[in-house]
């Protein structure tokens, strides 16, 4: 009967560490986390970085800080993102709703940071002044591919339940034995009892 509490008891030990390595498969942990970009452009008012129709596309995660360093290869520029998605406004302006960057000329470069955590989509990117300056701005759902990856240390995961699953194991193991003991020395005096009782009872004769 012992052996058989002994073997549920250890077997649900067990099982309760097998549970534990599993989880992190159960309840996957994201894997893509948000990371610093930074890309150049240089306009032109033929198009962005020396390119005509189609603009560069400038693609990047949900989350991601996107800084754009912006210079000028022929005249005064301003870049826009049409955040609001209402459209490019070629009015020399930054539009309300939009992300803008200073103006900027050939000995003026600047930058503008762009901060994609509340933005999903693809939004228009341009010049306030030229209509020719104009590409798509492509921010992904932070599960797609790309990003950093974020290594995961399984076993610091589950080192402590491990610990508290082997503990288990070991404290029932203990409890075990003790009981077993116990129980081996409780018949070692009911034996020696009897055997007393044998050579001490009355055999009739004086």
């Known amino acids: 009967m012992l052996n058989r509490r002994f073997s549920i008891v250890l077997f649900s030990a067990l099982l309760l560490a097998v549970v534990i390595l599993g989880l992190p498969n159960l309840f996957p942990i994201p894997r893509v986390a948000a990371i610093n970009r930074t890309i150049t452009l240089v306009g032109l008012v033929s198009g962005w970085n020396f390119t005509s129709t189609p603009n560069p596309t400038i693609t990047v995660i949900q989350g991601d800080i996107v800084t754009i360093n912006l210079s000028s290869g022929d005249t005064l520029h301003q870049f826009a993102l049409d955040v609001d998605k209402d459209g490019a406004k070629f009015t020399g302006s930054c539009s309300t709703g939009d992300t803008c960057s200073n103006q900027f000329t050939p000995s003026t470069p600047t930058s503008v940071v762009i901060n994609t955590s509340s933005l999903s989509g693809t939004y228009m990117y341009f010049c306030t002044i030229h209509s020719s300056m104009v590409g798509s701005f492509v921010v992904n759902p932070s599960t797609s591919v790309g990003g950093t990856e974020v290594p995961i ?50 055999t009739g004769f004086e």
């Open 153 to 202: 240390d399984r076993l610091a995961l589950v080192a402590p339940y491990l610990g508290l699953a082997s503990a288990l194991a070991i404290l029932v193991a203990i409890t075990a034995y003790m009981i077993r003991n116990r129980r081996k020395e409780k018949k070692k005096v009911v034996s020696s009892g009897s055997l007393q009782d044998g050579l001490t009872s009355p």
